[in-house]
């Protein structure tokens, strides 16, 4: 399947799928093959689009699209669409990378990811919003989380035993070491002032986005400093996968300082996310993408 008007020629496959997984990865690549399906359908059904158009090194992002890297690269293609996943090529000079929307929450990056791991995908560099809980981090700061704490039910399939019995609430997962020193040190490249602060973040992942502001006490009692909804799921499955992760997060929003998703941030609160978003999480990217 060639994405419809797409000039990328497809590339072999590179130690794809079940194959460099481990037991888990092996285990629940089987269970779909008991049911008829091929790891050739894996990424046409997540992405459509055929596994081997997809590059060594993929940028995974819930919501966001690449428009905020057009002035740092030489041609953004569109190569796909379902639903509310996209698929970009991205030309970085001699460098081809895939920028993958793969949708809010858990479920929706344990699919891609898994996917990936049927794909050429030895790297994943994960981008998006997170929200401080703690006053050091505010709207605007950069987080290079160092762990993600499980608050998702996703996780708990990711197992050969039972499902029932895989409690991992308030488990650790965590990012590739190597992948996480390289983001740090490509932010420390990029310029950055007091309204920009660069954190270690201690991440809790969230399921339900309303809920959780009854239970943020809770939340941090486990040790957290941040909260999102995808990075556990995320590290867990491309550790099962046997992919590289990292991620950077911008910060969206501090409900303990007056300013939660809902109500209370400033047009200069607006102001600091927009140029994080825009032009230091581009930077740092690309940067951590020239030592990979």
Same mark, same amino acid.
């Given at each position: ?146 762990? /993600? ?100 997060? /911008? ?42």
């Amino acid at each position: 399947m060639t994405p419809a008007g797409s000039n990328t020629a497809p590339r072999e496959m590179a130690g794809a799928g079940a194959a460099r997984g481990g037991p888990v990865c092996r285990h629940l690549f089987a269970g779909m093959e008991r049911f008829g399906v091929k790891e050739s359908d894996i990424c046409k059904l997540a992405f459509q689009c055929d596994a081997s158009f997809i590059r060594e090194s993929v940028v995974l992002t819930p919501m966001w699209e690449p428009d905020s890297f057009l002035p740092y690269t030489d041609k953004i293609t569109p190569l796909a669409e379902f639903n509310y996943r996209k698929v970009w090529d991205v030309s970085l000079g001699d460098k081809k990378i895939s920028f993958i929307r793969t949708g809010i929450g858990a479920p929706a990056v344990c699919h891609a990811v898994f996917a990936l791991g049927a794909s050429p995908c030895s790297t994943v560099l994960f981008i998006g919003a997170a929200g401080g809980i703690v006053p050091s981090i505010q709207v605007g700061d950069l987080i290079i989380p160092e762990y /993600s704490v499980c608050g998702d039910g996703s996780c708990r399939y990711i197992t050969t035993g039972s499902v029932k019995g895989n409690d991992c609430f308030g488990q650790k997962y965590y990012p590739n070491r190597e992948i996480s020193l390289t983001l740090s040190a490509a932010a420390k490249l990029v310029p950055q002032n007091e309204n920009h602060r660069l954190h270690s973040g201690k991440t809790f992942s969230v399921d339900n986005l309303f809920a959780e502001f009854a239970h943020l006490e809770e939340i941090l009692d486990l040790g957290c400093d941040t909260i999102e909804m995808e990075t556990a799921a995320l590290f867990l499955a491309a550790e099962t996968s046997g992919i590289r992760a990292g991620a950077l997060f /911008s910060v969206s929003d501090n409900s303990f300082s007056g300013k939660s998703l809902y109500a209370g941030r400033t047009p200069e609160d607006e102001q600091r996310r927009s140029h994080a978003r825009y032009h230091l999480i581009p930077k740092i990217i690309l940067e951590t993408l020239k030592r990979i």
